[in-house]
């Protein structure tokens, strides 16, 4: 009976939505703990520093990265090279080397801190997030593990901090430094990798950067389109308004969980194999999902805001709930990201992401003047469900689905749904 129990209990852990469902939420719960103690800490002037610093160095991985790991999971499932995961290793700590000596000689030369904090974190973000996504596709469970322990160790970090320092910015983005290089050196134990920087395949690396690019380009127009407004508030709002502004995005961030559970979950899958029925469910449960958190933030977002943040922030409730009437267009994109990715339609999501991306900049620097982060609100959730709107009429044309695929659950749905729940217990 034991036994029966314990090979039960690893079925379910060993299921890979469930084990990145558990990881997903603890990184809710850390993650929302992390956000009380930074804002708490900064106050909204602070934070609204912060955000900008954040927001720009985030900017500066996304293109130097020049995706080198979106392109794996495509190259994987096209040539299965045995070897290929070791050469990606290669790849991808020659390109943080080659990056951190030259962010030094810049930022000697240069002498601004901000730019020293950008140039320098810059290349360390890059390869955790080239070995995150590699580790993702190669074992999930394992890459999980390691993401929730470092998660832990962030918080305590910034516990420290908060507890002993007086309100400085700058402590916080040391622990951006300090987590990172725990989550390296961890990658780098847990899967007994070997970097060889010197023993880089040229072959494999062109091949890299030339399916990588596009995936690049496209990860670089979604977060502009959910990243730039902060740059561009900048220019014509206060840090303390970025700061309340920042608080809507956080909360939305944590809804978009939700729809990260499926998407890394189907980056693996799609590699591999064709999983377009679970792409349909996956889009159908974030749908209702956005929509039901939706409903939750308007009648309870005051207090949240305040239990959660003080009463600093209350005036970021209004922003909060506009923001929040764009969730569902982002998370139906960030589920069928993945589909592209694997089956080479990277120009297609390329030019919805342009589209999409540049009537958010175009809109933010015609509202925000006006509205201001109201305006920047507005901007975003128009892309956002334009975004949404895009991909899924495409997917729908891609696999000739119909309409009512999206929306209502079916037999065969439920049927499927029952079948995993039965191979987990």
Not at 197 to 203: A, G, H, N, R, S
Not at 265 to 274: G, I, M, Q, T
Not at 394 to 415: A, G, P, Y
Request: charged share 15%; net charge positive.
């Amino acid at each position: 009976m034991k036994n029966n129990s314990n090979s039960k209990y690893k079925r379910i852990i060993k299921n890979p939505y469930i084990s990145t469902m558990i990881t997903k939420l603890f990184f809710v719960l850390l993650g929302l703990v992390n956000a009380v103690l930074i804002n708490r800490y900064l106050g909204p002037t602070l934070k609204g520093q912060y955000s900008v610093i954040l927001n720009s160095v985030n900017l500066v991985v996304l293109v130097l990265n020049l995706g080198i790991y979106q392109s794996y999971p495509y190259i994987k499932k096209k040539y299965g090279n045995d070897n290929l995961k070791d050469q990606y290793i290669n790849i991808v700590f020659f390109q943080a080397v080659v990056y951190l000596m030259a962010s030094l000689i810049i930022s000697i030369i240069v002498r601004k801190y901000e730019w020293t904090i950008i140039l320098t974190l810059a290349p360390i973000m890059i390869l955790t997030r080239q070995l995150s996504f590699i580790t993702l596709i190669e074992k999930i469970h394992l890459r999980n593990l390691i993401n929730s322990f470092n998660s832990f160790i962030y918080t305590l970090i910034l516990l420290i901090f908060v507890l002993f320092t007086e309100s400085n910015y700058m402590f916080i983005i040391s622990s951006l430094y300090i987590k990172d290089i725990i989550f390296i050196v961890m990658i780098i134990l847990a899967f007994k990798l070997k970097p060889k920087i010197f023993k880089v395949e040229k072959q494999v690396l062109m091949s890299s950067i030339r399916y990588g690019f596009l995936p690049m380009i496209t990860l670089l127009l979604i977060d502009l389109n959910y990243k730039v407004d902060v740059i561009i508030m900048n220019f014509y709002v206060s840090d303390y308004v970025i700061g309340i502004y920042s608080i809507g995005v956080l909360l939305a961030e944590k809804v978009w969980i939700a729809s990260d559970v499926f998407k890394e979950v189907l980056f693996s899958k799609s590699a591999r194999e064709n999983v377009t029925k679970e792409f349909t469910i996956a889009i159908k449960f974030n749908i209702y999902f956005s929509i039901l958190m939706l409903a939750f933030i308007l009648i309870a977002g005051k207090f949240i805001i305040k239990l959660l943040f003080g009463i600093a922030f209350i005036e970021a409730y209004q922003v909060t709930t506009i923001i929040f009437a764009g969730i569902s267009g982002m998370a139906i994109y960030k589920v069928i990201y993945p589909y592209y990715i694997s089956n080479g339609y990277q120009m297609k999501a390329l030019m919805y992401l342009t589209i999409t991306s540049f009537s958010n900049i175009l809109l933010n620097f015609i509202l925000i003047p006006t509205l201001g982060i109201n305006g920047a609100a507005i901007a975003s959730v128009f892309s956002y469900n334009l975004c949404g709107i895009l991909f899924l009429i495409n997917f729908k044309k891609l696999e000739t689905l119909r309409f009512s695929e999206f929306f209502c659950f079916n037999k065969q749905d439920m049927d499927m749904v029952k079948g995993i729940i039965r191979r987990i217990l």
